[in-house]
């Protein structure tokens, strides 16, 4: 997807003949913390709320004032990890988006990324999610995912996690069924460490009762 595909058609932009308190009343309405100021297609840069109280510009224009906006941005071309990283880079709320010939489009907000993060990573789908740590070196999908298949289970999603100055992985993955217990079973046979597993409750407590059983014939052997 790109960044041209996520452009809120709600949230304005601001003109410099804007005053600081419609600019925070817009903040207000819109619940963001940050407002681009574009006069004529030119966009001039972000304002956020912390500027405008700042300044103490509130009952005037914004374009009285002389102000030191930090620019960011995105051309409409451009693939939208690249949004959400300068959007959790910079903790911004906004991101304005221009095309190739630095004219201003539109903006992208924060509501938008989280449901497109929602809809990427299949949030909204019924299913069980699994957290597996394993060493870089015995990252295998294809084997991941042929465990996961035995099981009658389909991957819906997944991202992985490195940690620093570590050759260990996290690897989350979301399925599109919620008992795991024969999915946790095999995982277990094939030494893969789960680090955390979430599903219905009567079900963990279910596999739970069901591997105390299991252990208690051992030691009764």
Do not use: C
Not at 65 to 77: A, G, I, T
Not at 90 to 111: A, Q
Request: net charge negative; aromatic share 10%; glycine share 2%.
């Amino acid at each position: 997807m790109l960044a041209k595909e996520l452009i809120s058609e709600i949230v304005p932009a601001l003109r410099t003949s804007d005053t600081g308190q419609k600019a925070l009343n817009w903040m207000e309405v819109f619940r963001v913390s940050h407002l681009p100021i574009v006069n004529n297609k030119e966009f001039l840069g972000l304002i956020s709320d912390t500027d405008i109280y700042d300044l103490n510009m509130v009952d005037e224009p914004i374009g009285n004032h002389k102000l030191s906006l930090f620019s960011p941005y995105v051309f409409d071309d451009q693939h939208i990890y690249e949004v959400i990283e300068i959007t959790a880079r910079l903790k911004l709320t906004v991101v304005p988006v221009l095309d190739r010939k630095n004219r201003y489009l539109g903006l992208i907000t924060m509501n938008n990324l989280i449901t497109y993060f929602a809809d990427l990573t299949a949030l909204n789908n019924p299913g069980a999610i699994i957290a597996l740590e394993l060493h870089q070196n015995d990252y295998s999908l294809s084997q991941i995912a042929q465990i996961f298949e035995s099981n009658d289970a389909r991957i819906l999603s997944f991202y992985i996690r490195s940690h620093e100055d570590s050759m260990k992985m996290e690897l989350v993955i979301k399925v599109n069924v919620t008992d795991l217990s024969g999915i946790l079973q095999t995982l277990d046979r094939y030494d893969y460490m789960v680090k955390a597993s979430f599903m219905e409750e009567d079900k963990l407590d279910s596999l739970y009762a069901s591997r105390y059983e299991e252990f208690m014939k051992y030691l009764n052997i």
